[in-house]
């Protein structure tokens, strides 16, 4: 029974391939034999059943898309690109970019134009002092500041806590708004004496006012005052 059944498949085999050999070239045809079986026709008068082929397909395809990237946790699967910046970080069932951090911002700050004003802050007619500051023994205080008739004026306390006597006490002064920028640039001399007449040292071991320091600028509500002892001179 098996040996006829083998003689009627090769013969019909035969009869397709001699009624379309002139028509195909180096290619494949698909033909159903009396028992609805589907067989593959190959140009090297070779034969395969269909279902044959189709399983060893099936038994190289990939197993997973390349492109696809298991997440961990609820069995979830994502996909995911490459950027130009950051990294793809798979958090639970889903995938999130971390970005990168500035080089130029690695704590994440941002500082406003006015939020760090260099200078001793002045709050005219509160009562408050300005700073102290000092050089070669020289110490002044810049007291508390007044605005009044267009001038900003801030008086000046000395201490000589050198050895020698002083005759000249100079000062540099940078005043600014609260935005940063500078109003007014000045040079004072807040102590002189005349030489050769002792009674008007600053003797080591006193205390003395000062010339006021004086500014010509427009009043508002404070100011940030930087401030320089340039020079002392001894006698």
Avoid: C
Wanted: charged share 25%; net charge negative.
């Amino acid at each position: 029974m098996r040996s006829a059944q083998q003689v009627i498949i090769r013969v019909a085999i035969a009869g397709l391939l001699f009624g379309f050999i002139q028509f195909v070239q180096a290619a494949t045809m698909i033909a159903i034999l009396p028992d609805g079986r589907e067989v593959i026709l190959f140009d090297d008068n070779t034969w395969r059943y269909v279902a044959a082929e189709t399983a060893e397909r099936e038994s190289v395809k990939p197993s997973a898309e390349p492109n696809k990237v298991k997440a961990s946790g609820a069995g979830a699967t994502a996909t995911t690109t490459t950027t130009a910046k950051g990294a793809a970080v798979a958090t639970g069932a889903a995938i999130t970019v971390a970005s990168e951090v500035s080089p130029e911002n690695k704590s994440g700050i941002n500082k406003s134009a006015g939020s760090e004003v260099a200078g001793d802050l002045v709050a005219p007619d509160t009562g408050r002092l300005v700073g102290e500051y000092q050089r070669s023994g020289v110490v002044m205080v810049a007291q508390s500041a007044s605005y009044q008739d267009g001038r900003l004026t801030i008086p000046v306390l000395l201490r000589n806590e050198g050895t020698d006597s002083v005759i000249l006490v100079e000062v540099a002064t940078i005043l600014r708004n609260d935005k940063g920028e500078v109003i007014k640039r000045d040079n004072h001399v807040v102590w002189t004496s005349i030489k050769r007449m002792p009674e008007t040292y600053f003797r080591p071991g006193t205390e003395r006012e000062g010339k006021i320091l004086t500014f010509s600028v427009p009043e508002l509500e404070h100011y940030f005052l930087e401030t320089d002892i340039t020079m002392v001179e001894r006698w």
